[in-house]
Nanobody, 120 residues
């Protein structure tokens, strides 16, 4: 059973930074992509950033230039560096691992989520 465990969430002031981590129970290369989604109160879950098995990444326009996704295969961990945080970034952030065709969500795994609150 795949386990994904997020950490690094918390309360931060606008303009601040946080780094989220997602530790996987198996090699991150057993997935075609890993990444981060978020769900704000009253809104649907949305994609934030993905990093692909063979390299490359996709960062959504809402966070492009502020958020960076990276990975450490030795630690089986994917990171989300979040800079210049805004109140609208407030959400629960979920780690996602896709073993099926990327984007089809046919074989996905999810972490329990970590809450990020951006407020003064």
């Amino acid at each position: 059973q795949v386990q994904l465990v997020e950490s690094g969430g918390g309360l931060v002031q606008p303009g601040g930074s946080l780094r989220l981590s997602c530790a996987a129970s198996e090699s991150i290369f057993s997935f075609n992509a890993m990444g981060w989604y978020r769900q704000a109160p009253g809104k649907e879950r949305e994609s934030v950033a993905l990093i692909y098995k063979f390299g490359g990444a996709k960062v959504e326009d809402a966070v492009k230039g502020r958020f960076t996704i990276s990975r450490d295969s030795g630690k089986r961990t994917v990171y989300l560096q979040m800079n210049s945080l805004k109140p609208e970034d407030t959400a629960v952030y979920y780690c996602n691992a896709q073993r099926g065709i990327v984007g089809t969500h046919s074989d996905d795994y999810w972490g329990p989520g970590t809450r990020v609150t951006v407020s003064s």
